[in-house]
């Protein structure tokens, strides 16, 4: 077996969820390439050694770049706030790593378009970690669509609703809280949210033309962890944006964290000229289908348990019946990294694709701004 020697940054999170990937990647998946825990990355040499100690890296830095100039290291995985992927992942790149980032790809397309140029110039492995292509329904999902169980496809709906920022108590910047401050993460929930809805569309039903956008920030100032004082606040608590297809369907897309009820309620719907399917977050291994060619008597709305051996992924996990859960994506993303890796094929979405979403959110941060329809560049 082949070694590819992982240097992670962040050890929170996005931190945890990708060390399980790597760990568990190969229980489950026979492959050429095992990764291997090289070394942790964080400020805190404490708090990076606990990490370390925890999930079995062999070593630590507390300098990304050292981590970056170490010949010891295949491939850079970036899990760290937004403000800081394009300098990481550039240096990365040119340092002629692999580089997988977390999402957003960057704080804006302008970021994301210089990524994108110079990791392609270098030709090496990329990807970012847009983990929902990866639950097993969420693929049923993609191969219904192209094997045409749908047909013409009329609508996409989604919403990502969550209700955890509600508080005016609570502060923006920091730890955890800094989703909240517009210089670390670009945007709010736009970025953060919409950023997987959107990601998950153009893959499911193609890119997208035009977006007309309505942002809102509830709570105007907090409390900034890192200067104690309180500052406006820069991101959008919610979004929602009306969008075109290429392929001339029609979108309307939603997320807040205001939605008092909901943690992560990330739904999508797809009507088509024969069938409908819709999938939710919180019952993650089930996917309603809606077929309209059945039988009128038996017509009617199914809830495919996706959990038998010929599903998507689910042949290497347990028996039918026995559903997996979030963390699974997240194996999924790694065993398909690597199995891209191995036969030298570009992996799905690596940084092209993830400046395709980019670019879809600026165009809604800016409708959001100004009221006006945009029209969406490509990558
Ligand atoms: C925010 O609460 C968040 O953790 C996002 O940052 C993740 O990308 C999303 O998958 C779940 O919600």
């Given at each position: 077996m082949k070694n590819l020697n992982i240097g992670l940054i962040g050890y929170g999170f996005m931190g945890r969820a990708h060390s399980n990937g790597y760990r568990r990647v190969n229980n489950f998946f026979d492959l050429e390439y095992q990764p291997v825990l090289k070394a942790a990355c964080g400020r805190s040499k404490e708090q990076a050694e606990a990490f370390a100690k925890q999930w079995g890296y062999e070593s630590v830095e507390t300098d990304w770049r050292k981590l970056i100039e170490r010949d010891d290291i295949d491939a850079i995985d970036i899990c760290t706030p937004n403000n800081t992927h394009a300098e990481m992942a550039i240096a990365a790149a040119e340092a002629g790593k692999i580089v997988l980032c977390e999402k957003p790809l960057a704080l804006n397309a302008e970021q994301g378009a210089k990524m994108v140029e110079i990791i392609e110039k270098t030709g090496k492995p990329n990807g970012v970690w847009y983990n929902y292509r990866r639950v097993p329904a969420v693929t049923l999902a993609k191969q219904l669509i192209d094997d045409g169980?749908?047909?013409?496809?009329?609508h996409y709906r989604a919403n990502f609703l969550q209700d955890?920022?509600?508080?005016?108590d609570l502060p923006q910047g920091g730890?955890?809280?800094?989703?909240?401050?517009a210089a670390a993460a670009g945007s709010g929930v736009t970025g953060d949210l919409l950023a997987h809805c959107i990601d998950t569309a153009i893959w499911l039903n193609g890119g997208i033309s035009s977006v007309t956008a309505m942002t809102e920030t509830f709570i105007k100032e907090r409390k900034h962890n890192l200067t104690g004082k309180v500052e406006k606040v820069g991101i959008d608590d919610a979004c929602a944006f009306l969008c075109r297809f290429d392929n001339g369907s029609l979108g309307l897309f939603e997320s807040t964290?205001?939605?008092?009820?909901?943690?992560?309620l990330y739904t999508f719907e797809i009507n088509g000229e024969h069938a409908s399917i819709k999938w939710d977050l919180h019952d993650l291994h089930r996917l309603e289908y809606f077929d309209h060619r059945d039988e009128s008597r038996v017509r009617g709305w199914r809830s495919i348990h996706?959990?038998?051996?010929?599903?998507?992924?689910?042949?290497?996990?347990?028996?039918?019946g026995l559903q997996i859960g979030y963390e699974h994506s997240f194996v999924h993303q790694v065993a398909d990294f690597l199995t891209a890796l191995a036969k030298g094929e570009r992996f799905r979405p690596d940084f092209r694709d993830a400046q395709e979403t980019q670019l879809i959110c600026d165009a809604v941060l800016k409708s959001g701004a100004n009221g006006s329809w945009e029209n969406v560049a490509k990558p």
């Open positions: 169980k749908l047909g013409k496809i009329f955890w920022t509600i508080s005016e730890a955890a809280l800094w989703r909240l401050d964290r205001y939605a008092r009820g909901h943690k992560a996706v959990t038998d051996g010929d599903m998507p992924y689910m042949g290497n996990w347990w028996v039918p």
